[in-house]
């Protein structure tokens, strides 16, 4: 009984021995495991792209300073009404600090159901507190921050900023 299990053991042995670690499946494992550090990660409700370094916080005390506006008309049919609308749009740089500070994070459910994307939008880098971001204003009542690796979006539904956007959003009753 103790030979059979001796010959077992050494057996065993032999096959985990003789098995060798493909060089494709270990770099698999680390490719898996690099993308685990840059999927789309949600914290407090808010739609967040890339990996997380530096949570961008806005506060209401916050000094923001616009660097650059770049008025963009994406592709749109000619015929769109919104393409018209979008040439008369514009907005200055007190106007963009005023819907940042006024804006509120915005999870995916929302951003997908209750935001329109219009084809006009003003983008550019912006400095909050002595840190610079790129930002995106977009006229349908939505906005995104982002830093080297991530993407905060946010809507700007309070009063105060309805004045600026072509179309609300954030609210079922907005959306027609």
């Known amino acids: 009984m103790k030979l059979n299990f001796l010959i077992l053991l050494i057996s065993l042995l032999n096959i985990l021995i003789s098995c ?30 890339g990996k997380t370094t530096k949570k961008i916080e806005i506060k209401p005390n916050s000094i923001i300073n616009v660097k650059s506006t770049n008025w963009t008309l994406n592709e749109a049919p000619p015929d769109d009404i919104m393409v018209s ?26 951003f997908s159901y209750l935001y329109y994307v219009l084809p006009c939008e003003i983008k550019g880098q912006i400095e909050i507190d002595s840190s610079l971001y790129s930002y995106r204003v ?3 009542s939505f906005f995104t921050i982002s830093n080297e690796d991530t993407t905060y979006f946010y809507g700007c539904n309070s009063p105060q900023c309805r004045k600026f956007f072509l179309m609300g959003g954030g609210n079922p009753k907005d959306i027609e």
């Open 138 to 140: 977009n006229a349908g």
């Open 85 to 110: 609308k979008c040439k008369n749009w514009s907005l200055s740089p007190a106007s963009i600090v005023t819907i940042i500070k006024s804006g509120e994070s915005i999870n995916m459910h929302d």
């Open 20 to 49: 060798k670690v493909k060089p494709r499946t270990l770099k698999k494992e680390q490719d898996h495991t690099k993308m685990k550090d840059t999927s789309v990660v949600a914290k407090n409700d808010t739609l967040v792209k």
